[in-house]
C-alpha cells in the first residue's frame, strides 16, 4: 500500500491521517524533509495558508515540497490545502507564497463574513451520490487553466457555480474538508489516483 505523508506543522491533521489509516494506507505526518522524502504521496489539511507558508519554510519544508510536486508527487490539497497548492491567489496576506503546481487562481477566505461556514451536499464527478461537504472560511477557485478540471461546483445560493473540487493530473484539491465526517470517497479517489500513477 502506498506511503501517504499529511504535511503537520499546522491544521486538521490528525483527520486526515485517520481516513487514509482506515483506507489501509501507510499514513504519517510530514515535519520535516526526512518524512517528506518517504512519501509516495501528501495531503496538505486545511488550517490557516498563511501560517502554513512561514511554518514551511520556516522549517525547510518548503522548497522541497516545491521540489517533489513538480516532479509529480500525487498531492491533495483541502481548504487551506487548495490555496497552498494554487499557482496564483487572491486576497493572499502580505508576502504570502504558495507551492503552487495547480494551475489555478484561488481567491483566499472567497465566500465572505456572512457564509464564514456552511456544509451542503453538492455533486462530484463520478459520484453517484452528491457528497456532504463542509465549507470553512474556504476559498474557491476563480480561475483554472486548461489542464485543469473542475470536480465539483456550488449547487445554489449566492455562490453558486463556483468551482470547489478540481484535478490536474495527480494533483487535486477541494474547497470544502472531506476528511471531517464518515464519507471517505474523496479520499478514496485520490487513493486510486495514487496507486495509478
Ligand atoms: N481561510 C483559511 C486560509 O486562508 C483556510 C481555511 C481552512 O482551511 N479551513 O488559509
Request: net charge negative.
Amino acid at each position: 500500500s502506498p506511503s501517504i505523508g499529511v504535511f503537520a506543522l499546522q491544521g486538521d491533521v490528525r483527520e486526515h491521517l485517520a481516513v487514509l489509516t482506515d483506507l489501509g494506507v501507510d499514513a504519517f505526518g510530514v515535519r520535516r524533509p526526512e518524512e517528506l522524502a518517504r512519501c509516495d504521496a501528501l495531503v496538505l489539511p486545511g488550517g490557516e495558508s498563511t501560517t502554513m507558508y512561514k511554518l514551511a519554510r520556516t522549517f525547510e519544508l518548503f522548497e522541497p515540497l516545491v521540489d517533489r510536486i513538480r516532479t509529480g508527487m500525487p498531492t491533495f490539497g483541502t481548504c487551506a490545502g487548495m490555496i497552498m497548492l494554487a499557482d496564483r491567489i487572491e486576497d493572499g496576506t502580505e508576502g504570502q507564497e504558495t507551492l503552487g503546481g495547480l494551475d489555478i487562481t484561488v481567491r483566499r477566505n472567497a465566500f465572505g463574513r456572512q457564509v464564514d461556514s456552511f456544509e451542503g451536499h453538492i455533486a462530484f464527478d463520478g459520484f453517484e451520490d452528491p457528497v456532504h461537504a463542509v465549507f470553512i472560511r474556504a476559498p474557491w477557485v476563480e480561475d483554472l487553466g486548461e489542464e485543469v478540471e473542475a470536480l465539483a461546483t456550488v449547487p445554489a445560493g449566492p455562490a453558486a457555480g463556483r468551482i470547489v473540487a478540481v484535478r490536474q493530473g495527480s494533483l487535486m484539491a477541494t474547497s470544502f474538508h472531506p476528511e471531517v465526517g464518515s464519507d471517505d470517497r474523496i479520499h478514496r479517489y485520490f487513493v486510486d489516483l495514487v496507486k495509478q500513477s
